[in-house]
T-cell receptor, first 112, second 116 residues
Framework: RKEVEQDPGPFNVPEGATVAFNCTYS??????FFWYRQDCRKEPKLLMS???SGNEDGRFTAQLNRASQYISLLIRDSKLSDSATYLC?????????????FGQGTTLQVKP | DVKVTQSSRYLVKRTGEKVFLECVQD?????MFWYRQDPGLGLRLIYF???????EKGDIPEGYSVSREKKERFSLILESASTNQTSMYLC???????????????FGQGTRLTVV
């Protein structure tokens, strides 16, 4: 079983739609959680960290369920510019020596 | 602006060659990582380093080694390149978080390595 699993998609949605991505992780000792975004032929960049209480950044909402070892990302009012691959990332290990484990990514295509 | 620089964007090497991929970061980050990215498999961790001369194996270290002699530089070495090492290689760096603070990982632009 992969340490971090995502539905690879692709998700094809119209502009203005709400779309949700899910991610599960297997290591219960995982400490930190993130969503990264990767545009085609570019490097990944941090979209947002995921906190236990859930957090929001504009149209983006991230949730963490430690009991179920589950992370989600909700995008409201999708824009064409949201088209990208979204990577779920989990940090395993102590703050100073922990490693970052990536899911395989979920591809989103927003259409006019 | 944080900068992570990989020495080459594109590289073509022959089977059996020794290959060096270099990565330099300018933000005094303690942690550095090497990943490879393949279609359908996502980013897979090869090696990481949490301090100078310190290294840890990731999920797929076979066929690779690393060197971190200086804090800003993390090198990935393919001892004897093989065709199944054709891939996109991504380097990342990250500051050590304290007090539970989640620090961001910054990536280089990637090196597309083709082994023929």
């Amino acid at each position: 079983r992969k340490e971090v699993e995502q539905d690879p998609g692709p998700f094809n949605v119209p502009e203005g739609a709400t779309v949700a991505f899910n991610c599960t992780y297997s290591n219960s000792a995982s400490q930190s959680f993130f969503w990264y975004r990767q545009d085609c032929r570019k490097e990944p960049k941090l979209l947002m960290s995921v906190y236990s209480s859930g957090n929001e950044d504009g149209r983006f909402t991230a949730q963490l369920n430690r009991a179920s070892q589950y992370i989600s990302l909700l995008i409201r009012d999708s824009k064409l510019s949201d088209s990208a691959t979204y990577l779920c990332v989990v940090k395993v290990g102590p703050s100073n020596t922990g490693k970052l484990i990536f899911g395989q990514g979920t591809t989103l295509q927003v259409k006019p | 602006d944080v900068k992570v620089t990989q020495s080459s964007r594109y590289l073509v090497k022959r089977t059996g060659e020794k290959v060096f991929l270099e990565c330099v970061q300018d933000m005094d980050h303690e942690n550095m990582f090497w990943y490879r990215q393949d279609p359908g498999l996502g980013l897979r961790l090869i090696y990481f380093s949490y301090d100078v001369k310190m290294k840890e194996k990731g999920d797929i270290p076979e066929g690779y080694s690393v060197s971190r002699e200086k804090k800003e530089r993390f090198s990935l070495i393919l001892e004897s390149a093989s065709t199944n090492q054709t891939s996109m290689y991504l380097c990342a760096s990250r500051a050590t978080g304290t007090g539970g603070y989640n620090t961001e990982a910054f990536f280089g632009q990637g090196t597309r390595l083709t082994v023929v």
